[in-house]
């Protein structure tokens, strides 16, 4: 597992030679023609507008889009790796050792990924590499044309019930002519069954949670 390899490796770890980068400086250094086709909020949001700047900059965005993909895999498979990255123990040497081992995990040789991970790295930023991995895809979906549809359930959902909300959704008023749906399944053991349907700022609560919720504020307003 990643976590494991990052662990090993940072033991061995020799002292970087990089400069400081703040996340603006980043940015500014691409200075691309285009921005950002979406606005993003929150620190993982700004760190995923500037990685996306510069990797446009860089005509790296297929490439640099793979790897933000595969650290999304890898978070979801290697639960330990968060809680490497959040350690406020890290000396230099070791998110010396992180930043290599992601770019070899990742497979990109490209320079805007390796410049990026070093300044989230300097920045004591590596703990929101998750969330940026995230924003980062929200950005490329909005790129492509792509309308987001996040269906959250209490338990998997069957492929073809999957399916069929996609057809009904893709035929309907919220994605716009000439746009992809894609849809992102989530599993939420809270909402208790039903369902929780997102697509742009629209929500659909269709829960056994927000029904039961319903349910004790019409009693206590009756009482």
């Keep these: ?8 490796r940072s033991a061995r770890a020799a002292a970087p030679r990089f400069s400081a980068v703040s996340v603006r400086g980043f940015a500014d250094a691409a200075k691309v023609d285009s921005k950002p086709p979406v606005a993003l909020f929150g620190l ?15 005509s790296s965005l297929d490439a640099v889009s793979r790897a933000m993909e ?10 330990q790796l968060q809680k490497i ?15 290599a081992e992601l770019q070899k995990t990742t497979g990109v040789t490209d320079n805007t990924l390796k410049h990026f991970l070093e300044t989230l790295a300097q920045n004591n930023r590596l703990a929101i ?28 959902l069957d492929a073809k019930v999957v399916k069929q909300l996609e057809t009904a959704v893709g035929k309907s008023q919220y994605v ?17 069954g039903g369902l929780v349907v997102e697509i742009g700022d629209r929500t659909i609560d269709l829960s056994v949670s927000s029904k039961i919720a319903k349910m004790n504020k019409l009693l206590q307003d009756s009482l």
């Design 70 to 79: 595969n650290f999304q895999a890898t978070f979801k498979k290697d639960a």
């Design 44 to 58: 993982d949001g700004t760190y995923a507008s500037a990685l996306y700047t510069a990797a446009a900059k860089s």
């Design 1 to 8: 597992m990643l976590a494991s390899r990052v662990a090993a």
């Design 129 to 156: 590499l998750e969330g940026v991995s995230e924003k980062f895809a929200t950005l490329m979906s909005a790129a492509r044309g792509e309308v987001e549809m996040t269906i959250t359930s209490a338990a998997p």
């Design 176 to 192: 716009g002519q000439g746009k992809k749906l894609k849809v992102v399944p989530k599993v939420n053991p809270e909402i208790r």
């Design 85 to 99: 990255l959040t350690a406020p123990t890290l000396s230099v040497e070791d998110k010396t050792a992180i930043v």
